[in-house]
């Protein structure tokens, strides 16, 4: 390659003409004579007698203020100029520098990203490779993971080689002893599921055992202790409501049964009524007002129509007036 002249590192520039911005105006005697003449403004007091004074000269110390600011800024900009001018010329010469950077770093770029891709492909390729050698199980090939690292320019093959096997042999030792901590927590599981009517299922703590292992048994323990107490308040609560129950529906059957005994004597003391009041229309109908001991016995054909217990009162009662009867069932 033929060789260029090189521009060197450290460019030396030389100022051939330097002079720093010195001003000088009568500061010291410009801000005496300002000053004493601002002490008079300050002795006013804005009044309504004096108010339209004091707008006047309120207007005059504005114009003076704007008349040092703009005195200010024209001075600055005039002094500026030569700096601007430099700053000007430096920024050319960054860009005619930045103009052939960016043409080399493009090519650069180029060859860096093929040599990136040729590293990502090399760790791809790894990867398949060592899952196969080392025997990762099919369910565990997706935590197997492409390193940024491992597409760096600096990548060395036998550094990422290395580290692969590393990531695989970790996922598989994890793997193993997330297997054991798994068999020993169904098992425990399976255990307490003895004492709880409402079984638990072992698969919702896969996850919870995953991230914390064996150390997941204090959350497992807790849970099946607040569901043996939940059950047993809840089976005392149905002792409870159990014997309430028992107890109100022995007073409803109590309350039903005398409400039946106080109907029943109810409709027998209605029964005794009708029959008496039947009896008298038919002593009327006879024309036996009054019954005397030796009056002579008449027999009457009654058809009678009643309840049982109506029946049973109307027996009462001929018995008890000696009436004699002959039931026959119709």
Same mark, same amino acid.
């Given at each position: 390659?033929?060789?260029?002249? +090189?521009?060197?590192?450290?460019?030396?520039?030389?100022?051939?003409?330097?002079?720093?911005?010195?001003?000088?105006?009568?500061?010291?005697?410009?801000?005496?004579?300002?000053?004493?003449?601002?002490?008079?403004?300050?002795?006013?007091?804005?009044?309504?007698?004096?108010?339209?004074?004091?707008?006047?000269?309120?207007?005059?110390?504005?114009?003076? +203020?704007?008349?040092?600011?703009?005195?200010?800024?024209?001075?600055?900009?005039?002094?500026?100029?030569?700096?601007?001018?430099?700053?000007?010329?430096?920024?050319?010469?960054?860009?005619?520098?930045?103009?052939?950077?960016?043409?080399?770093?493009?090519?650069?770029?180029?060859?860096?990203?093929?040599?990136?891709?040729?590293?990502?492909?090399?760790?791809?390729?790894?990867?398949? @490779?060592?899952?196969?050698?080392?025997?990762?199980?099919?369910?565990?090939?997706?935590?197997?993971?492409?390193?940024?690292?491992?597409?760096?320019?600096?990548?060395?093959?036998?550094?990422?080689?290395?580290?692969?096997?590393?990531?695989?042999?970790?996922?598989?030792?994890?793997?193993?002893?997330?297997?054991?901590?798994?068999?020993?927590?169904?098992?425990?599981?399976?255990?307490?599921?003895?004492?709880?009517?409402?079984?638990?299922?072992?698969? @919702?703590?896969?996850?919870?055992?995953?991230?914390?292992?064996?150390?997941?048994?204090?959350?497992?323990?807790?849970?099946?202790?607040?569901?043996?107490?939940?059950?047993?308040?809840?089976?005392?609560?149905?002792?409870?409501?159990?014997?309430?129950?028992?107890? +109100?529906?022995?007073?409803?059957?109590?309350?039903?049964?005398?409400?039946?005994?106080?109907?029943?004597? @109810?409709?027998?003391?209605?029964?005794?009524?009708?029959?008496?009041?039947?009896?008298?229309?038919?002593?009327?109908?006879?024309?036996?007002?009054?019954?005397?001991?030796?009056?002579?016995?008449?027999?009457?054909?009654?058809?009678?129509?009643?309840?049982?217990?109506?029946?049973?009162?109307?027996?009462?009662?001929?018995?008890?007036?000696?009436?004699?009867?002959?039931?026959?069932?119709?």
């Amino acid at each position: 390659m033929k060789k260029i002249w +090189r521009v060197e590192n450290r460019m030396e520039f030389k100022i051939t003409e330097k002079q720093l911005p010195a001003i000088k105006f009568n500061f010291e005697e410009v801000k005496n004579k300002l000053s004493e003449k601002l002490c008079d403004y300050k002795k006013l007091v804005v009044t309504e007698e004096t108010l339209k004074f004091c707008k006047s000269e309120q207007k005059h110390l504005a114009g003076l +203020r704007r008349e040092v600011d703009t005195y200010r800024k024209d001075v600055k900009k005039e002094l500026s100029k030569p700096l601007d001018e430099f700053e000007s010329k430096c920024k050319e010469i960054v860009s005619l520098i930045s103009e052939t950077e960016s043409k080399l770093k493009e090519g650069i770029n180029y060859y860096d990203d093929l040599k990136k891709e040729e590293n990502k492909k090399f760790a791809e390729s790894e990867i398949n @490779r060592l899952k196969t050698e080392l025997e990762l199980p099919q369910e565990l090939l997706w935590q197997v993971q492409l390193k940024k690292e491992y597409c760096n320019l600096t990548a060395k093959k036998k550094d990422v080689t290395k580290d692969i096997t590393i990531q695989i042999l970790s996922i598989k030792d994890a793997n193993a002893k997330y297997l054991i901590d798994k068999q020993e927590i169904f098992d425990y599981i399976e255990k307490r599921n003895v004492e709880v009517k409402q079984k638990v299922d072992p698969k @919702r703590y896969e996850s919870l055992i995953e991230s914390e292992g064996i150390e997941c048994l204090k959350q497992i323990e807790s849970d099946f202790n607040n569901i043996v107490q939940y059950e047993k308040e809840l089976e005392e609560k149905s002792k409870i409501e159990v014997e309430q129950a028992k107890i +109100r529906a022995e007073k409803e059957i109590e309350e039903t049964k005398k409400k039946a005994e106080i109907e029943t004597q @109810r409709e027998i003391e209605k029964a005794k009524i009708e029959i008496e009041k039947k009896v008298e229309d038919i002593k009327k109908e006879s024309g036996a007002v009054k019954v005397e001991i030796n009056e002579k016995t008449i027999q009457y054909k009654i058809q009678v129509e009643g309840t049982y217990n109506q029946l049973v009162a109307l027996k009462e009662f001929m018995n008890k007036n000696n009436i004699k009867f002959e039931a026959t069932k119709i």
